[in-house]
């Protein structure tokens, strides 16, 4: 029975789509294989942003915050 891929760490997807990112940015790829990097890109973004809102999620369950709670900028005292 095939194993389902296993998805790969945050990590390792934002490597991946940075790299694609340079590949496309560059133009000299053929327009299907512009097209299938395009595809693995979005498929990376959607693993990160899971990640991203998995990990929102964690802090503020740590935090004792309310999942509903209202979200607020970032302010940096810098």
């Known amino acids: 029975m ?3 891929k296993q998805a790969p760490a945050f990590e390792e997807a934002l490597k991946e789509l ?3 990112v340079e590949t496309l940015e560059q133009g000299d790829q053929p327009l299907e294989d512009s ?3 395009y595809e693995r890109g979005i498929e990376l973004t959607r693993i990160c942003q ?3 809102d998995e990990a929102e999620q964690k ?3 740590l935090s004792g915050e309310s ?4 979200l607020e900028p970032f302010k940096d005292d810098a």
């Open 2 to 4: 095939p194993r389902k």
């Open 35 to 37: 097209l299938k990097s």
């Open 67 to 70: 999942t509903e709670a209202e």
């Open 18 to 20: 940075e790299s694609l």
């Open 59 to 61: 802090i503020r369950l």
């Open 50 to 52: 899971q990640a991203l």
